[in-house]
């Protein structure tokens, strides 16, 4: 069997970005509406750092005003929430975010469910959550949104196919399901307590892994000609104590049986954030009443 089809998430998101940075100049142009997005970091943790700086480029690149606000680990729970209100409240931010994981001291679900719901960019509030889950339109988070267009590369029609899950966690895993289900799919999440998740695995056209175990999926785990789309991102030491980055996936064994796999990197890490800026200017246009062009 030839190796799969590697799905190009850079050049997918990419082409997202393109989109992005027409429809905001379009903005600005026809409505005088600059889109907006609030990031906000508590504490100095170098990978947050990293994410929140990216986030900002994007911003930039594509023509939507980023604003970012620091706060000390020290940051009380209360002060946090004042900050997330207070955002809510400026007109002038259509997007609101908090970047997790937050310090052990701040209870992250009291910070989402304090973010208004028509600023959540992230999707994470239980509002957005049950309008996903209910199929309403609403603001859906950012990975799940970039890994089901990489699907759609591949595979525009996916009712029917069988799907498995590897993860349930709620920014990746449940909201996967969910987005597979609307899509017609029929849906099982391998988990922590699945009885032979392998066998579960063998049996998916689609399978999406997101379990945060560095190659974890193996070529016996894989159905020949399945789409594979592996969404962990696993920094592993090797012998020479240099780090490398791979997936939850084995894909020097995985390509050789799949029919399509997206990489790691350059598969779903580039389309997190282009599914960022597609939803602040989802969140700006929904705020002013105006049809979202990207949807």
Request: aromatic letters at 2%; glycine letters at 8%.
């Amino acid at each position: 069997m030839a190796d799969a089809k590697t799905i190009d998430g850079k050049a997918i998101a990419a082409g997202l970005r393109r989109a992005a940075a027409d429809v905001s100049a379009r903005l600005r142009q026809e409505m005088q509406v600059t889109a907006s997005l609030a990031a906000v970091l508590v504490g100095d943790d170098p990978a947050s750092e990293v994410y929140v700086r990216a986030k900002a480029r994007a911003c930039d690149a594509v023509g939507i005003q980023s604003f970012e606000i620091r706060l000390p680990a020290s940051t009380s729970e209360a002060v946090l929430v004042d900050e997330v209100e207070r955002l809510n409240a400026d007109d002038r931010v259509d997007g609101v975010l908090v970047q997790l994981p937050l310090p052990p001291h701040i209870d992250a679900h009291r910070i989402i469910a304090a973010i208004d719901p028509v600023k959540d960019v992230d999707g994470f509030h239980p509002v957005n959550v049950g309008r996903l889950w209910s199929g309403l339109p609403g603001l859906v988070p950012c990975t799940p949104q970039g890994c089901m267009i990489l699907l759609r590369s591949v595979r525009d029609d996916l009712s029917g196919a069988e799907a498995v899950v590897i993860g349930r966690s709620n920014i990746v895993g449940k909201p996967m399901a969910a987005l597979l289900l609307a899509a017609d799919c029929t849906v099982t999440t391998v988990h922590s307590k699945s009885l032979d998740g392998a066998a579960i695995c063998r049996r998916a056209d689609i399978l999406v892994a997101a379990a945060g175990r560095p190659e974890m999926v193996k070529a016996d785990w894989v159905k020949p000609g399945a789409i594979v789309i592996d969404v962990g991102i696993n920094a592993v030491v090797q012998g020479d104590a240099r780090s490398r980055v791979v997936g939850d996936v084995d894909y020097a064994s995985v390509r050789g049986i799949a029919g399509a796999i997206t990489p790691v990197p350059g598969g779903v890490g580039p389309m997190t954030i282009a599914c960022l800026l597609r939803n602040t200017l989802f969140a700006a246009c929904r705020r002013r009443g105006l049809r979202d062009p990207l949807m």
